[in-house]
């Protein structure tokens, strides 16, 4: 029962080192959070010990009792947190949900249409060197050239000619709320299934303030480790009871073994918080977070610097700033902004003139400095360091001491005086 630090110390000073870094840096990959101490708490916990094949009640495995009360909370939690009938909390991440979504509702083969990869869509969308491009017929619709919007006219025309036995709504890199009646019109209309993955969006919808792909989808997947903050997994919901034995089946044993249930037990709890008045308090600031940063990102003396922002704005929790007639490229801008202390990740835009590893853009996002506690006065700080370093000749040093000032004016996970040990 040594303590790690003793057992291991290598490892014992990565914990340390990265407790240290998201301290002391501003978090703006639009993908991640910091989950609450309560969270890493069910998360790094004797849970990791069962095995559960199997359902809360029909398990293959003794001693589960357990286990299944953790297991039932996190399912009906998800459940009323969207408002849909059936869930399953079993994926280990985002894309083993994909994986399990897709096996169940399409075989080898059949053709699938989602929002291409360069253009903000996910790999498990169809990239041809992931199992969505390898095990299906994969198909994708863009933005339009002008608008980087989606255009539901096109999607549609795109659609009538695939003739996809899935079509697949959702996003990774894109500012804009979707249409999801029009989505299921369109399905309907080719026979298609609508399969929403949420993934990026699933928080702003469990505060209400984005629309829910739920009632229109025939099934809604998403990650808890985004816009939820909660433990890096996944999970899926259906209001279709035939179409959840068929993803229950998919997932365990289709595409999964043994559950995380101590990652179970820790979405559980992440599904509670979603549910309370302060979860939706940051979801606000979150996305009104992005829209101090698009705002700023779009004035004058950005635009001299051939910086903009794609569709001119954001409705939720990232922009998508566009470098095309800059003189830097997506990578110096990570590196630039990297060396101020805000780490964010290079992007392709549509249609992107330079090659994947320089792309011309940069995803910038707030949910993790929302959950810092960063209201519209600190991200509007934190937009004007981003746009002076973008422009021309920053003051890194100068820009490096404002970051400081924040994150120390933001301390995280106080209390924790190294990893795993709190005062
Ligand atoms: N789906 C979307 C839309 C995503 O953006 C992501 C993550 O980037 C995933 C799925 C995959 O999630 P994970 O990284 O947990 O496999």
């Known amino acids: 029962n040594s303590p790690l630090s003793e057992v291991d110390p290598e490892i014992a000073a990565v914990l340390e080192q990265e407790l240290g870094r998201q301290r002391n840096t501003l978090e703006m990959i639009a ?74 509702i399409a075989s080898p083969g059949d053709r699938i249409l989602g929002l291409a990869l360069d253009q903000g869509g996910h790999l498990t969308h169809g990239m041809k060197l992931n199992f969505s491009g390898k095990l299906y017929e994969a198909n994708a619709y863009g933005v339009d050239p002008t608008t980087h919007r989606i255009d539901m006219d096109q999607v549609r025309e795109k659609a009538l000619e695939v003739k996809p036995h899935v079509l697949i709504a959702g996003w990774s ?69 035939e179409t959840q034995k068929k993803l229950n089946s998919n997932v365990f044993p289709g595409q999964q073994g043994g559950p995380l249930m101590h990652v179970i037990a820790a979405k559980a709890t992440a599904f509670k918080l979603a549910g309370e008045p302060e979860f939706r308090e940051r979801q606000e600031r979150t996305i009104r977070g992005a829209q101090i940063l698009a705002e700023r990102l779009a004035a004058a003396d950005v635009a001299e610097a051939g910086v903009s922002v794609l569709t001119g704005g954001t409705d939720v929790h990232l922009v998508l700033v566009d470098l095309r007639n800059a003189a830097i490229h997506g990578q110096d801008a990570e590196d630039i902004l990297h060396s101020v202390g805000i780490t964010v990740n290079r992007n392709a835009v549509p249609n992107d003139p330079r090659p994947p590893m320089t792309p011309s853009g940069v995803r910038i996002g707030t949910p993790a400095l929302a959950t810092r506690g960063f209201g519209d006065a600190e991200f509007t700080e934190v937009a004007d360091v981003i746009a002076a370093a973008l422009k021309p000749n920053p003051d890194v040093a100068a820009l490096r001491s404002r970051v400081e000032k924040l994150a120390g004016d933001f301390p995280l996970y106080e209390g924790l005086e190294s990893p795993g040990r709190w005062s």
């Not at 298609?192 to 829910?212: C, E, I, Q, T, Y």
Request: hydrophobic share 45%; net charge negative; with cysteine.
């Open 31 to 104: 993908s991640e959070n910091f989950v609450p101490r309560a969270v890493l708490e069910a998360q790094g916990s004797v849970l990791t010990n069962k095995y559960a094949e199997g359902y809360p009640g029909r398990r293959y495995y003794g001693g589960c009792e357990f286990v299944d009360v953790a297991e039932s909370l996190a399912i009906s939690r998800a459940k009323e947190l969207f408002g849909a009938a059936y869930a399953n909390v079993q994926p280990h991440s985002g894309a083993s949900a994909n994986a399990a979504v897709l096996s169940a």
């Open 173 to 241: 890199a894109y500012p804009r709320q979707l249409d999801f009646a029009a989505f299921r019109a369109i399905a309907d209309e080719v026979g298609a299934v609508l399969w929403v993955d949420m993934a990026h969006f699933a928080g702003l919808v469990a505060a209400g303030l984005h629309p829910s792909p739920v009632p229109h989808a025939h099934v809604t997947s998403s990650t808890v480790h985004k816009t939820i903050g909660g433990p890096r997994s996944g999970f899926i919901l259906t209001n279709d009871l």
